[in-house]
C-alpha cells in the first residue's frame, strides 16, 4: 500500500469511527471529523499532510499525491 491510499484510508477510517462516537457518546466526537476535513482539504491545495512524512519516514512507498 503507498502512502495516497493509507492516507485516505486512514481519514476514512476516522470519519466513520467519529460519526459512530457521536452517535454512542457524545456529539462533540464530530469536531474530530471536522478536523480530519480540514486536514483533507488544506492538503488538497498545498500538498503538505503530517501523516504522510511520518510514513514516508517509517519506509511506506510514495504515491503520486504526497512526496
Do not use: E, H, Y
Request: aromatic share 16%; glycine share 8%.
Amino acid at each position: 500500500m503507498n502512502i495516497d491510499r493509507f492516507v485516505l484510508a486512514f481519514a476514512g477510517f476516522m470519519v466513520l469511527l467519529s460519526a459512530v462516537l457521536a452517535w454512542q457518546v457524545s456529539p462533540w466526537w464530530l469536531l474530530l471529523t471536522a478536523f480530519v476535513g480540514l486536514n483533507l482539504l488544506q492538503s488538497a491545495f498545498t500538498g503538505f499532510c503530517p501523516l504522510a512524512i511520518v510514513l514516508k519516514a517509517l519506509g511506506f512507498k510514495p504515491g503520486n499525491a504526497f512526496k
